[in-house]
């Protein structure tokens, strides 16, 4: 396994590998890596001939006040992973190769960007895209790996690799969840053993939700509010948005009708922790 820290080792190292007919696979991480980083790098493994994983802490996208400069970076420990699961190169630059001095180039994705997480942290998503297609123009992959966790960032990408007409594929794989449903998360680890107990009912709310939907509850009203007196009734939670918005969109909706995004955000104290479900809900008349 190759680590690169350097974009021009990282372009020798591509070119050599689709000159042997390879093609590339790119899974973006910030690193502190777990078994959700784990499936994407394995999903690489299996369609892609050369395995890329970036491991980079991005600035940019945390606002003040965040947890930028204690967000974990146990880098052996992630370069182990990257190897043990089939990684043939890791990019892992340094702020100064991302954005040398006098940067000036930011990417926004308008609407898509403004809601949801975008909405509570603004400007989240701007470095989140720029950050993630200069990973594009550097390794130039053939297929990039998101999680369905980070449903927004992956729906941003997507419009992204749309708009600026990207011959980049685009997959997004199942959100990973510890036995009792908690979403995997490199913030899990802030959570102390009461805040990580309590944090299992994000994911029982929106099973609760789930279950309403597949019996028939179309209003989303109704499944906003049940959201929200779950996580009101959790000890040390704070709801930052309890939503249902139009999957593409991301636009509430009144009546759960096709691709529906059922999405939330809660803090205990400073951690931030978020997860989501997609109903996919049969048109009026085709049910």
């Not at 690489?44 to 606002?63: D, K, L, M, T, Y």
């Not at 420990?77 to 699961?85: A, N, P, R, S, T």
């Not at 966790?149 to 600026?164: E, F, P, S, Y």
């Not at 951690?271 to 997609?278: A, E, G, H, P, S």
Request: with cysteine; charged share 20%.
């Amino acid at each position: 396994m190759i680590v690169a820290h350097t974009i021009d080792s990282v372009r020798q190292a591509v070119t050599e590998a689709r000159s042997r007919g390879s093609t590339i696979g790119l899974a973006p991480t910030m690193g502190a890596l777990h078994a959700g980083h784990v499936s994407l790098i394995r999903s690489a493994r299996q369609e892609a001939g050369f395995v890329v994983v970036s491991i980079f802490v991005n600035p940019s996208q945390f606002g003040a006040g965040e947890d930028l400069e204690r967000y974990p970076r146990p880098l052996a420990q992630d370069l182990h992973v990257c190897e043990e699961h089939g990684a043939d190169l890791v990019f892992v630059p340094d702020a100064g190769i991302m954005y040398p001095r006098g940067y000036r180039t930011w990417v926004e994705v308008h609407e898509l960007q403004d809601v949801l997480c975008g909405a509570a942290r603004p400007g989240h998503f701007r470095g989140v895209a720029t950050v993630v297609l200069k990973l594009f123009n550097i390794v130039q992959p053939d297929l990039a790996y998101f999680g369905q966790k980070d449903a927004q960032q992956a729906r941003i990408i997507r419009q992204m690799v749309q708009d600026l007409n990207l011959p980049i594929r685009v997959q997004v794989c199942p959100v990973v969840r510890e036995p009792d449903g908690l979403a995997l998360s490199s913030r899990n680890q802030y959570l102390d053993s009461a805040q990580r107990n309590h944090a299992r009912a994000l994911f029982l709310a929106l099973e609760e939700v789930r279950k309403l939907a597949e019996k028939g509850e179309g209003d989303a009203r109704v499944l906003r509010q049940l959201l929200a007196s779950r996580i009101a009734s959790i000890p040390g939670a704070v709801l930052d948005y309890a939503a249902v918005v139009d999957a593409d969109s991301l636009k509430p909706v009144t009546r759960l009708t096709g691709e529906v995004l059922v999405a939330l955000a809660v803090k205990f104290v400073s951690t931030r922790l978020i997860d989501n479900i997609q109903l996919s809900i049969p048109e009026e008349g085709t049910r």
